[in-house]
């Protein structure tokens, strides 16, 4: 086993004692509902960061994004402004859910909902909605593992890694279940920690001996021209628009899902949220330095089958074993952090808003529900990683992007406003879920796959735009077109679900 | 109700990043990055700034 191996099996092997050792952190009743599932809202705003910030900045974004660079160039930039713009919107809208949520009571964003509308229906479908898109994610964690794991090769890649998988995903359930989300917080520090040092080394030193970043935009520009499948450093401009509502519609339903609404939860004020808008940032300039190691890959002369390996083989190339090991160590655990923390929130909302009677109380039994949902959930991305092709969880998971920005309106527009009917907002809901799975699989060829954009021609001009955005403006249209005929309707006093 | 004049200033990042024909260039460069990456990469940081700014302007003093 060389040194690389070794320094990754210490650093997983240390974040594991701290995954069980987090259950005796506060002293807390880990048997209370709050406690194990939002840590009973006690983080400030520097645990808030590295949770948050170890939460949102997945694994998978660590190699996709450098990876979807390396293949096409300029358009993967897009999660730059993407992880820009979603501050604001937590800044407004994320600190005011913080503050009705404490108010209240609230665990889940459905929650939320059902006491805010009194609908049911809205209640179990942004509840539907929450862990459909949080299925896909949870197994897209298990593909950026299994690409660290192929690195290290050895033991490692044994079965095409289906051993080591297993095994750090029984870990990672057996501590979710003991320590709840104290477990990935504390594991999010050393996480956090790794990742700095990782990509802050890795732009000082790659660029500099590939001859700087003049020679690689030239050397990569001149190796997109003559791909066959060619790539841009610069937007060509029929992809302004695609461009653009990627960042957008990505930026909105980025705080809908299910593990950020409980990281944020998590927080113990709105001025930690408010804090943590404005320092989380940090992060995105790191997404940002990362983004540009894939045009290093492709300078590098790297020829790739799978693109997601382009960041462990810059490290392996351009680095020491024992450094490479840590970076690799770093993406690993950067997928086991969100990976519970995916699976808790989105037991929360099974145990809140599915199981159970209406009621704005939770059911007695709902942490054992929760627990058990939680494992559900880790299997589920486990089986779906190894029982498919990884071309799966990616189309799975644009869906459910897709599908998380349509439960926006619902969220934002019951947190400003008691206009709208919850009937018309699950008109919208239908309406722009539909419009979405419509327009996905209508991009479906063999030879490329599912694609997030679709082009719309109207009126003989034609657009190329992100799916979500489209379905997203469907689901406005038909939220305003069922207000109009509800309004119409005598006024009624106990609105049905 | 004054105070939420300060928000406005949380519209810049949108206007500054939604439109890509404003950016998709490659000159300037700097530091042999060109103009398309620096320039979002500064909007991160000027974001960051000014939400900084909007939080010192907008926090009640009474509360925490």
Known sequence: MNSGAIVFLVLVAGVTVLGFLAAGWGRADLTKFEEWALSGRRFGTVVSWFLLGGDLYTAYT??????????????????????????????????????????????????????????????????????????PY??????????????????????TGAAALIVAFAVLAAYTWTSGLRA????????????????????????????GWAHIFAVSSAAFAAAPKPGHILLPPGLS??????????????????????????????????????????????????????LCAVAAGFHLTDPNLAVP??????????????????????????????????????????????????????????????????????????????????????????????????????????????AALLAGWATGMAAATWMAIATY?????????????VFGSSLTGFIAFYALIANAIALLLASIVINRRPLQTTPSG | MRKNWWYALLLAPFLGLLYPPLYDRADPALGGLPFFYWYQLAWVIVTSLLLGIVYLATRERTRE
Not at chain 1, 67 to 95: D, E, M, N, Q, S
């Open chain 1, 62 to 135: 660590f190699v996709a994004v450098p990876a979807l660079i390396y293949g096409a160039g300029a358009i993967g930039f897009f999660a730059v402004p993407y992880a820009t713009i979603a501050y604001p919107i937590v800044f407004v809208v994320l600190a005011r859910f913080w503050e009705v949520s404490r108010a209240r009571g609230y665990m889940t964003s459905a929650d939320f909902i059902r006491d805010r509308f009194g609908s049911r229906s809205l209640e179990i479908a942004v509840a539907i909605t929450g862990i459909l898109a949080a299925m």
């Open chain 1, 138 to 159: 949870i197994a897209l964690q298990l593909v950026g593992l299994r690409t660290v794991f192929f690195q290290l090769g050895g033991i490692f890649a044994y079965g």
């Open chain 1, 184 to 211: 990935p917080a504390l594991i999010a520090f050393v996480k956090d920690t790794l990742i700095y040092v990782a990509v802050i080394a890795a732009v000082i030193v790659i660029p500099a001996k590939l001859g």
């Open chain 1, 241 to 294: 628009f695609a461009y653009a509502t990627m960042a957008l519609g990505s930026a909105c339903s980025l705080f809908l899902y299910p593990h950020s609404i409980t990281s944020l939860l998590a927080a113990k004020s709105a001025n930690v949220v408010r804090r943590n808008a404005a320092l989380l940032p940090a992060y995105s300039l790191l997404l940002g330095l990362m983004a540009l190691l894939g």
């Open chain 1, 313 to 422: 083989l810059l490290f392996a190339t351009y680095f020491p074993d024992w450094f490479a090991g840590m970076a690799n160590a770093a993406i690993a655990i950067g997928a086991l952090v969100p990976a519970a923390i995916m699976a808790i929130g989105s037991a929360n909302l099974f145990a809140s808003n599915i199981f159970g009677e209406f009621s704005s109380t939770r059911a007695p039994g709902a942490i054992h529900v929760a627990k058990w949902l939680c494992m559900a959930m880790c299997a589920f991305g486990l089986i779906f990683v190894l029982a498919f092709p990884v071309k799966y969880a990616i189309y799975f998971q644009l869906l459910g992007g897709a599908w998380m920005l349509q439960i926006f309106p619902s969220f934002v527009l019951g947190l400003f406003t008691k206009r709208f009917h919850p």
């Open chain 1, 445 to 457: 060829t063999p030879a490329t796959g599912m694609s997030p954009n679709v082009t719309l021609t």
